[in-house]
């Protein structure tokens, strides 16, 4: 008996396993967008929600966004060329400024996805993650209140003073050490991006992050000066779930009087397609040309 139910167990197991031919009829898109403060991160966002959902009935298309960035994103969404009218109401965002609200809201959006594939299987469901940087300094800052009391900016405050007081330049942040102290941090951190990347493959949903780029300048005032791009947050953790990485970038020149931009995206991470840069950056011009590189 307890073989033929150890059986029957590996059975469900296969069955349900993915397909290569459902793998290839079901591909929900994970991608990180990156870039500077106004790269159009979001707008392509946005617009890659409605491009999707123009094939599917209002209520067939779903987006769901936990906004951890303060720029917000109300003008963008009031804008008909990036949200049609008719979608508005189809998009959900919740901000969010403690690791507890991510966890909370992440599971929440998770079993809405799960109800809306229910009801309509063949519809279009995006998540949306904003601002990995700014999470990532809420996970810091929860941690510091919740073990010591203070806030980060107060508790390194306490910890110069204390360096001080003891005739020393500088002490550790966390006196309960480093490395214990970012193992919890990290742990807050990448739960929910764990969690909504594997709830993209069970429910058939895209999952699109932001995060900003940021510039550092290494060995400072030496000969070997040298300014580098990194990107905020922790891309080490985050970037392998990610199939797509985009770099966005903007240009901005005066002519005659009137400022002109240019938005490039730059594909830095593909397993579709070849990298590639495309200027203007429209859905339908982004997907003509992976198309394209793919070939």
């Known amino acids: 008996m307890a073989r033929k139910k150890k059986s029957q167990h590996y059975a469900d197991l296969i069955a349900s396993c993915d397909t290569g031919e459902s793998m290839v009829k079901n591909r929900p898109r994970h991608i990180k967008l990156q870039g500077f403060s106004g790269a159009g991160k979001s707008t ?7 491009h999707y959902a123009a094939d599917v009935k209002p209520d067939e298309a779903l987006m ?6 303060l720029e917000g994103q109300a003008d963008l969404v009031a804008r008909d060329d990036i949200v049609p009218p008719n979608l508005r109401s189809r998009i959900l965002r919740k901000v969010c400024r403690t690791p507890d609200e991510v966890n909370d809201i992440s599971l929440a959006f998770i079993d809405l ?4 594939q229910e009801e309509h299987p063949d519809g279009v469901r995006v998540m949306v993650m904003e601002n990995e940087g700014a999470y990532y300094l809420s996970c810091r800052e929860h941690y510091a209140v919740s073990v010591h009391g203070k806030s980060e900016g107060e508790l390194l405050l306490s910890r110069q003073q204390e360096a001080i007081s003891q005739g020393k330049k500088t002490l ?3 006196a309960e050490g480093q490395m214990h102290a970012y193992k919890v941090i990290n742990k807050l951190f990448y739960s929910p991006y764990e969690r909504l990347k594997i709830g993209g493959e069970m429910y058939n949903y895209h999952f699109l992050s932001t995060v900003l780029l940021k510039t550092k300048t290494e060995n400072y005032g030496t000969p070997n000066e040298n300014r580098v791009v990194l990107a905020a947050g922790r891309p080490d953790m985050t970037d392998p779930l990610f199939d797509w990485i985009v770099e966005m970038t903007q ?4 002519v005659k009087g009137e400022v002109e931009s240019r938005h490039f995206a730059h594909i830095k991470k593909s397993r579709a397609c070849k990298p590639f840069r495309l200027e203007n950056p429209t859905q339908q011009r982004f997907w003509k040309a992976v198309q394209k590189a793919s070939q």
Do not use: E, K, N
């Open 44 to 50: 392509w966002g946005l617009t890659f929600f409605s």
């Open 64 to 69: 769901c966004i936990i906004d951890c960035d």
């Open 113 to 116: 996805m799960r109800q809306h």
């Open 172 to 174: 550790p942040a966390y």
């Open 251 to 254: 240009q901005q020149r005066t």
